[in-house]
């Protein structure tokens, strides 16, 4: 059997939900040695063991939306979806992510273990909820069919240089998050007209890929050492569009960019999806879960580009009726098809 090219694809935070408790227990019971050593490390830092976590009775998003619980909870899902791949009907060709799913996507691709690159996920969770200064604020530049609003982004940009304190933190396919100070976010959504359910506050996010991470950067630097990083064995796409390639990577560099512009300027998924695509032609697009809501930003990231002729929602819901481009193992239906 011929197998088809995949892009992997790590999801960031804010997509373990009430919807997804149990997801470890629902679909990797099988990875007991997996969780546990995430457990451990949880264990020894006096924290609830991820295990546990998704376990658990009820949700509480208070406490399930923390930096401190939710980025391990996601790592841990995302991980061993990643390793639930049939990898004989798929060739992983290279593997990307969305902000907090950069760390996920290094480990992935190898450039960390699994257990170190959960030591990296949990410690900068733990870091920002330690520190989180500031919001985000998720808005959106395309109308209902995903396709632009004529000058639509180019007026959400100069929101930065009118709102101090105001910055670009995620260019997500047809939306932007924005990061900023409160004072900074409570001006951008009095500026911002209703449409549906946005401006959009995120809950529990602090102002991440921005200049109001520095310390964090500093302080992630400082807890984690160059040498956990290895050469990674798939080709990696970060948040600039940036390719690292398997053999040709410099650690230090790629190191300093995981802690350094990564945490404190912004993230451009929809250029990492852009570039992966362009460069690398893959068959099909395989969202790791937990969670759904990145296929949407996935979509208008190829709609963005025209790839593959989608110019509109409609095209590409049409596209995957007829012969799918996109699978997001967070829905069951997709998900089948993948593992």
Not at 130 to 152: A, H, M, R
Not at 300 to 318: M, V
Request: hydrophobic share 35%; with cysteine.
């Amino acid at each position: 059997m011929t197998r088809k090219t995949a892009l992997v694809i790590c999801p960031g935070r804010g997509v373990y939900n009430a919807s997804e408790l149990g997801y470890l227990k629902q679909y990797h019971a099988d990875k007991l040695e997996l969780i546990s050593g995430f457990d451990a490390q949880r264990s020894e830092l006096k924290q609830e063991p991820i295990s546990a976590l998704d376990s658990a009775a009820r949700f509480s998003v208070s406490k399930y939306t923390r930096g401190d619980n939710a980025s391990g909870l996601i790592y841990a899902c995302s991980y061993a979806d990643f390793a639930a791949i049939d990898r004989g009907a798929y060739d992983i060709i290279g593997v990307t992510g969305n902000s907090m799913g950069w760390y996920t996507a290094l480990a992935c691709s190898g450039a960390l273990t699994a257990n170190n690159g959960f030591r990296v996920v949990n410690t900068m969770g733990s870091i920002m909820q330690s520190n989180s200064e500031g919001g985000q604020v998720l808005y959106p530049f395309v109308n209902e069919d995903w396709t632009p609003i004529p000058g639509k982004k180019g007026e959400l940009e100069n929101l930065t240089s009118e709102i101090e304190g105001l910055y670009i933190s995620i260019y997500l396919g047809g939306m932007i998050v924005f990061a900023g100070t409160e004072n900074a976010l409570t001006k951008l959504e009095k500026k911002l007209p209703p449409q549906g359910r946005f401006p959009m506050r995120l809950m529990n996010h602090a102002g991440f890929h921005s200049a109001l991470q520095r310390e964090n950067s500093l302080r992630g630097k400082a807890d984690l050492p160059t040498s956990l990083f290895s050469q990674p064995n798939t080709r990696l796409i970060d948040g600039r569009g940036h390719h690292w390639i398997p053999g040709t990577v410099k650690l230090d560099e790629l190191w300093d960019y995981t802690f350094g512009h990564q945490v404190t300027e912004s993230y451009d998924f929809t250029n990492a999806i852009v570039s992966s695509v362009k460069e690398l032609a893959p068959e099909i697009l395989i969202i790791l879960g937990p969670g759904t809501t990145l296929g949407g930003a996935t979509a208008q990231a190829l709609i963005s580009c025209g790839w593959d002729g989608l110019a509109s929602k409609s095209d590409f819901t049409t596209r995957q009726k007829k012969a799918p481009i996109l699978a997001a193992m967070g829905m069951e239906t997709q998900r089948k098809a993948v593992i």
